[in-house]
Every structure is written in C-alpha cells, then in structure tokens.
C-alpha cells in the first residue's frame, strides 16, 4: 500500500476536497507516484512479471462470489476452496484490488485495469444491494453485523476474524482510488468509512476495545486516511475509537510487552497509529510507532528481515524455538513492517530505515515468491534443512496469497522519494525516475548485488538547472569504501547525519554519477545472541541447499494447512554446523571463483560430508532445503552437543511419528484451521505457552483422514487445581478429568484412549473433541491437544 500522505496529490485525476499538511516537525518527504518508475530488466522485474501472470490466473468471478453471496445477489461462479470457503471469505478478494491497482500503476497492465474496473463494478452492486455502506464476504454477514450493532460484541468471536476479512476490502478501495484515481473507488471507499464511523457511534468505547482484542487488521489507518481526503473529523475520530488501547499504550510508555503475542494482529494497528499521527500531529502516537519499529527490528527480527515463528513474537530473550519450528517468520509480517518502515521513513528521511527495507526486501519478500512458476509463501523456516512450500491459483487462499500478490507488484515504490528539490535514491534496483514537474529522467543502471555499485544517468532534463540527489550510505558499505565519481572525476562527498550523501549541482542532460559500493562478509547471531550465525554479505543473506530429499509436496493443495511445509524433519545434530576456536569464522568463507556471490567453508563446517557445501543468496534458494542459520560451536563442544541434540530429536521423532493430528491450545491459527467453537471460553500465556480454558465449553475439528487415531494426549500445567471437566470425543464423555495440582511445577501430559465404537462410528465424518467445565467449576488451562495413533 502506498503512504497515503504520499500520494495525497497524485496529479488532476485525482482532485481531493481537502489535505492534511504533515505535522509541523515532519520534513514532508513524498514518494513518486508508483507510475512514474519503472524497472528495468533485475530479479525484481522477473518477479513483477511472474506475481502478474498468477493474478491473471486467478478468477475475478471466484473472488466475488463470498461478496454477492452476503449481499443477496447470485454469484456467477463457486467461491474458491480452502480459507476462501471456510470461514474467511472475501479476504483474498480485498488484498486482489490492491494487488490489481499496484499492478496497472507499475506495469501499465490494461488486463489488471480491466480486472480492477470489473471487480469494483460487481462490488459497487453489492455495497448497494446492502444499502448501509457496507461490503464483505463474512458468511452470515447480515445477522452477524445486526448482533453487533446491538452491542453483542461476543458475536465476533464465534466468525473467523470478521474485522481482519473486511479491511482487506476496506484497504482495497483505498487503494483503488489512490493509486489509480477511480471515481467509483473512492465513493465506495467513503460509503464504507460512513459504516465504520456509524458502528464507532454505535458502540461504547469499551465494546469496541473488546472487540480490538481479536484481530482485526488496521481500519484505523483506511480512517485516518477518509480524515486527509475530505477534512470530516468523524473520521479521525472513528480512527481513534478503533486504535487498540492495550498494545498502545505500554509502546506509548517505551514498554516492549509484544512476547508471544500474534504479530501480524499488532502491525496493522501500528501502521494506523503512525498514521493518525501523521495527520493529527499526535506525538504519542508517533512515539509508540518508533518504539514498535525499533523493537521489533532490532531485538525480534532474524537476519532475512522477518519475525515471529508460528506467528507469534518470540520471548525476547529466547529464540530457540525459531530454530526447532518449522513455522518460521510469516510473510504478511514483513509486508506490514515494510508498510510501517516506509511512513516513519517519510516522516524521517534516516537511512537506518531504508538499511532494514532494503533486508527485508531481498531477503524474505523476493525469496517468497517461485521465480519461475509464482506461488507465494507462508512460512519461511529458520530451522537448518527445512524447506518453503508455495501457493498455487485454484488451491491456496491463505492471508499471505493476498499480501504475496501486492508484495510483488510494488517493487518501484520505495527507490526513490523527492522533497521539493532533492531526489532520495532509497534502493540500488535498475529503474527510471520521470519527475514530470522537474522535467527529469533519472536512469540507474546495476547489476547488484552481484555488481558491487550503481550508476545513474540524467537521461532527460528539459533545462539544465541546480537539485540535488540524496544517495543512501548504506551501513553494509566496507569502511571508506562508499566512493562518488560525477562524469568520471571522484567527488568529496560526506555522509550526512542522516546516512545519506548529498551531490548537489547544476545538472545536465548526460551527465553520470558512479557509485561504489564495497560489500563486506560478516556473521550475525540470532537476536537472543544464542549460538547460531547467518552469514550476510552486504545485505543478502546467503544460505547453503542440502538436497531436496523427503519433500513430498512444493506447492500446496488445499487443505486447511497447506500452507506448511509438513514433510520430514530433518534431526538438528545432523545438519551442518560451523565448529571452529574462533570468533571470526568469516575467514573461512572464501569466494568461488568465476561464480558471483558463491562462497566456499572449507575448514569451517562438519560434519565433514558437509564440506563441500556452498553459500549462495538466499533470495535464488528454491524447491531445497536449506540452511541460514549454523549452529556455532567448538570441536570441544561439539560432540557434547551432538549428543545431546540426538536424544531430543529422537523423543521429538517417536512423538511426530506417533501423532496424527495435533493443535496448539489458544494460539490463533491452529486453532481457527481446527474449527473452534466455543462459549465462555478463554485463552493465557503461561511461560511463553498458550492454553485455553472455559467455565462453559470449546471443541475442535481433529483431522485424522486414515481413521488412525487412538489416544488423546493432553498438556497441563502440574500446578493446575480445582479444576474439573469432560473430555467427550464426538459427543461421547471419555473422561472425566479432576486436577489437584499435584504434579509439581512442570509441563505434563495425560493420555486418554479413545474407545473403539466412538472410532468406528466416526466414519469419514472424523473427530471432535470438546471440552466441558463441571458446575461451578472450569476446565484446565490446556496447552496442547494431540490425536496419536496406537
């Protein structure tokens, strides 16, 4: 999405009634309109292209139908599959108009404006067979939102995240209008915002806080937005009603409260907070933003540039967990953080920001996408020789399908940025700048990262005349090494306090800046500073493939989780590790010659049949396993270790062999692709692990496709008193559970076999377990619920 403040004037075709100027403070950095750059031939044009032709293979009919469904009107095809049928749909239609507008702005596709124009039609009648402004896919919409409006704000939790699904919509006609100035786009948008601000009103604050508690994206942001674009202050204030109090104000405080939280539900409402005050001046808003970003960028992110692993931020202090899961860092999250770091950027033109954009951006967001057939990831594994599983068209509607769709077409947006007489070259990525009102064409011509600088040429200027161009000073850049040459002499130019180099001149049409820009091979350790490194040359995270053995699947069907990558886990004492008795075992890895950006680690890695591995940008590693992350050890601890890690592994094997289905009690996703259901239920944090309770009762979906299972395992905390409740299995009680507290202070488990006639009277229908509190009592806090076999 771009920053709305950017693009507040887009040129005549997009005339606003009113514009909120930048709070006084804010040095009012703008960026080009995403039309006005294009790419050139790079990874990021070949991605462009791959990410348009997946969206032309998408269905606009199939994407509608949750939406016409809702509004009481006839689809014209059969919903997709997967989360578009089951809870969620309609979201991906949302993210698909922002996907449609970023690619009819930056590849000038007339498919993608067609498709835009149609999609916004057929809404257009369903916002208007609704009547109330309002637009969606959530199955029961009609009777969910009256409930709401009533004040039964308990009703959003028995639907799938009904707030997030619609402010993909919400977002979407924003973007719409903004990026390439449909009329009907921005009335529908209006329309839209006139419900939100009528559901504000309706409400008490504290029923709208509560309902905050789920995840509901950012409409605060689309709010604050509706406040620039027509001057109504019911808008900002809606903005601020649906700004949730308890994430901003410890961030408010400088207080780092995100552990094990859901991440992608926090980022969304931080992006609406920097947005609100970017258009209010509201200082402690823009002051909990910062603390976010520095928090999450420094102390909770990995060295690709993205966080959290089963979509959750780790404890700050312990990351372990990034290493033994599979569900590592989501890409949704990183989309939403390159959307935070861009407003903060504007407001605060600092090349640290611009230092993680430009990581995250190679590294996870252009890694998660196939080059060659396009499929977008989910999950990008930490753990060493794991592997990535892909999206396809007709199969895969997961949240990061629709953020994967933008993510790709908006590649032009942050390479440059202007103030009134300054160019900011933000990224090093092959483009051309017209800057209409200068009369100027930039060209900037690399081959990097393979090519360790960039160029740029004034290809056009209508008259010869004095402005300056802003060139990053990447903190990546060898020591002295960053060097200017302007039509072939080297200039002196210092670095600024801002990280960026200032060449200000009369400029002419043919003139040449050259810049160099030496890149160095370091090692970086996981944030806790535990003993695993990723190696980083420049910006590019570099990684070693280990075969593509054991990987069952590479693009995902549509099964509920199929967008994790469930084949074999390879055991962690059998992958490669960097054993050596120094810190610098960046002398170890050494280029290969006549390979650009391949490395040898000779001497460096064991076990020895291991030797031979070579480290290429993680960016090029597909259909692989791979490894970012060594183990770092000595040869004194080495075999220690390896020792150690093979018990663990094999209990974590016979466990992974012996289960059939298995669901992490209160943690969001796991539980919504297990079909909770509940009523007066509740969910904690008990030593960085999630559990749920309930004085009523909750249930879920196990899959068990094979009719393998036979044994419940449950997860409990051996502190857990006065606690009594039934565990039925397909409406039959197959325990009744008493807990006294007993069993000391640990983690523990209880097996409960599940009887035969319950097994055999399932059929294909499978199993649901329910949990039922006793009277007067409640259940367990229950951390884990594991189907297992005989």
Request: charged share 20%.
């Amino acid at each position: 999405m771009r920053s709305f403040f950017s693009m507040l004037l887009l040129g005549s075709s997009l005339a606003v009634s009113a514009q909120i100027p930048p709070k006084p403070s804010a040095p009012g950095l703008k960026l080009f309109r995403i039309q006005d750059v294009h790419l050139l031939p790079s990874p990021f044009k070949s991605a462009e292209n791959i990410d348009l032709k997946y969206m032309l293979a998408m269905s606009p009919d199939r994407l509608l139908a949750p939406f016409l469904r809702e509004a009481g009107l006839t689809p014209k095809a059969q919903s997709y599959t997967n989360w578009e049928n089951t809870g969620l749909d309609g979201h991906v239609g949302g993210h698909y108009l922002t996907a449609l507008a970023l690619m009819e702005a930056s590849n000038g596709s007339k498919e993608a404006h067609d498709r835009l124009v149609y999609m916004l039609t057929e809404l257009k009648r369903c916002q208007d067979a609704n009547g109330d402004g309002y637009i969606g896919g959530v199955p029961g919409s009609k009777e969910l939102w009256a409930e709401v409006f009533k004040g039964n704000v308990g009703a959003i939790g028995k639907k799938w995240v009904p707030f997030y699904n619609i402010h993909k919509t919400f977002a979407g006609l924003r973007d719409a209008y903004v990026l390439t100035g449909n009329e009907m786009a921005k009335d529908m948008f209006i329309k839209f915002g006139d419900w939100f601000v009528k559901l504000s009103t309706t409400l008490t604050p504290e029923q709208l806080q509560t309902i905050l508690r789920t995840e509901h994206g950012g409409p605060n942001e689309e709010l604050a937005d509706l406040y620039a674009l027509t001057g109504d202050k019911k808008y900002l204030t809606a903005a601020y009603s649906f700004s949730h109090k308890a994430i901003l104000e410890p961030l408010e405080n400088d207080q780092d409260k995100l552990d094990n939280l859901h991440a992608n539900t926090q980022i969304p409402k931080i992006i609406g907070f920097k947005r609100i005050a970017d258009v209010s001046g509201d200082n402690k808003y823009d002051e909990a933003a910062k603390f976010f970003w520095n928090t999450v960028v420094n102390k909770r992110s990995v060295a690709i540039g993205g966080n959290s692993r089963r979509e959750l931020f780790n404890p700050a202090n312990d990351f372990s967990s990034m290493i033994t899961e599979v569900q590592g860092p989501e890409t949704c999250n990183t989309y939403n953080m390159l959307k935070l770091t861009e407003a903060l950027f504007l407001s605060d033109p600092n090349s640290n920001y611009m230092d993680f954009y430009e990581r995250a951006l190679y590294n996870h967001i252009l890694s998660s996408q196939h080059p060659t057939k396009g499929g977008f990831v989910y999950f990008t594994p930490m753990r060493p020789g794991h592997y990535r599983i892909y999206s396809q068209p007709e199969t895969s509607m997961w949240c990061c399908v629709g953020s994967g769709m933008e993510n790709h077409a908006k590649y032009a947006e942050m390479i440059y940025a202007h103030d009134a007489n300054s160019v900011y070259v933000n990224l090093f990525i092959p483009s051309t700048l017209n800057w209409k009102e200068k009369g100027l064409v930039l060209t900037q011509n690399n081959n990097f990262p393979e090519q360790e600088g960039t160029s740029f040429t004034v290809t056009d200027l209508k008259k010869a005349g004095q402005f300056t161009l802003q060139v990053r000073y990447p903190k990546w850049v060898k020591k002295n090494g960053f060097k200017v040459m302007v039509n072939g002499k080297a200039v002196t130019v210092p670095e600024q306090s801002n990280g960026y180099v200032a060449i200000k001149r009369t400029w002419k049409k043919g003139d040449k800046v050259t810049v160099a820009l030496p890149m160095e091979t370091t090692t970086e350790r996981m944030p806790d500073n535990s003993n695993y490194e990723a190696v980083v040359h420049g910006p590019i995270v570099m990684a070693a493939e280990i075969g593509n053995k054991d990987i069952p699947l590479l693009f995902a069907d549509d099964s509920r989780m199929g967008h994790v990558a469930a084949g074999k886990v390879l055991p962690l004492q059998n992958m490669p590790m960097f054993v050596s008795n120094t810190n610098n075992d960046v002398a170890f890895i050494k280029p290969v010659a006549g390979k650009p950006l391949t490395y040898s680690m000779n001497g460096l890695v064991y076990p020895e049949k291991f030797e031979s591995l070579k480290l290429v940008p993680f960016y090029k590693v597909h259909d692989n396993r791979y490894v970012i992350y060594f183990q770092k050890e000595t040869p004194q601890s080495f075999e220690v270790i390896k020792q150690k890690l093979a018990i663990e592994e094999e209990a974590a094997a016979k466990l992974a062999a012996a289960t059939v289905d298995v669901i992490n009690n209160g943690e969001q996703q796991p539980e919504s692709d297990h079909f909770i259901e509940s009523e007066n239920s509740a969910t904690g944090i008990t030593r960085g692990r999630y559990y749920r309770n309930a004085k009523g009762w909750f249930s879920y979906k196990l899959v068990d496709k094979n009719k393998e299972g036979a044994k419940l395992r449950l997860t409990y905390l051996g502190t857990d008193r006065n606690k009594n409740f039934s565990v039925l299995i397909n409406g039959k009680e197959i325990a009744k559970v008493s807990l006294d507290g007993s069993k000391g202070n640990d983690f523990y488990t209880e097996e409960y076999a599940i009887p035969a006639d319950v097994l055999q009277a399932a059929g294909n229908g499978g199993l649901t377990v329910k949990f039922v509190a006793a009277e007067g009592s409640t259940t367990a806090n229950i951390y884990e619920t594991r189907l297992l076999r005989k």
